[in-house]
């Protein structure tokens, strides 16, 4: 599987944008970006995934380079409701796009949000 | 809506003693999957279920057994547990199949805490 490359660990101050980095230059063309966050306490919950093009929801947007090696989670308003850990992984989708591979977790990174 | 739901919550068990985990969702996902976290580190991947009747083994598969029970249900089974499996395992489930709009998101459920004496 293709590895991602997070900062062990970040901090913003509330009400600031964030910008969460992550390398993969190993990536495969199928491979998805897929972001996770996991709050304390609690099981891990989907943030945002994309391929090539710039992504938006209501979450956070998911910028990705052109040649796909880095790409960076952007929270534009931190909230104290967003310190939590947060993963990048990369997913394989298979050629057909019928269906997606497992999804392995690295370390990620730690976002402390200051009041 | 329940999602995705784990039993028990939390339990102690002495070294050499057997249990299982039992994890069940309602979203009708084809695809549940086993995960460990041990403090400070990210998720392990210790089994999936790809479909009913199917199971995998992921990174850390040794002293685990596991039974695809139905759709809904996936269990975890430590025959003869260790003192390296105090952990807190992670159930997840999720939809794979292809398709536009499906993100294959993964939906976890809140853990079990097991610690092994």
């Known amino acids: 599987d293709a590895k991602t490359t997070q900062p062990n660990s970040m901090e913003s101050n509330e009400e600031e944008p964030v910008h969460l980095p992550c390398n993969h230059s190993t990536i495969s063309g199928t491979d998805y970006i897929h972001w996770y966050r996991q709050l304390p306490s609690q099981g891990p919950e989907y943030v945002i995934h994309g391929l090539t093009s710039n992504v938006n929801n209501r979450m956070a947007s998911l910028a990705i380079a052109e040649d796909r090696k880095s790409s960076t989670l952007i929270l534009h308003r931190a909230t104290l409701r967003d310190a939590a850990v947060y993963y990048c992984i990369l997913r394989d989708r298979n050629a057909g796009g019928t269906s997606y591979g497992k999804l392995t977790f690295g370390q990620g990174t730690i976002l402390t949000v200051h009041p | 809506n329940a999602g995705v739901t784990q039993t028990p919550k939390f339990q102690v068990l002495k070294t050499g003693q057997s249990m299982t985990l039992q994890c069940a969702q309602d979203?009708?996902?084809?695809?549940m999957y086993w995960y460990r976290q041990d403090p400070g580190m990210g998720l392990r991947l210790i089994y999936y279920s790809a479909s009913e009747g199917t199971t995998d083994k992921g990174e850390v598969p040794n002293g685990y057994n596991v039974s695809r029970l139905n759709k809904r249900e996936f269990s975890l089974r430590l025959e003869s547990a260790a003192p390296s499996q105090t952990s807190v395992y992670f159930c997840?489930?999720?939809?794979?199949?292809?398709?536009?709009?499906?993100?294959?998101?993964?939906?976890f459920g809140e853990g079990s805490r097991l610690t092994v004496l």
């Open positions: 979203m009708n996902h084809n695809s």
């Open positions: 997840a489930s999720s939809n794979l199949a292809g398709g536009p709009g499906n993100t294959g998101e993964l939906f």
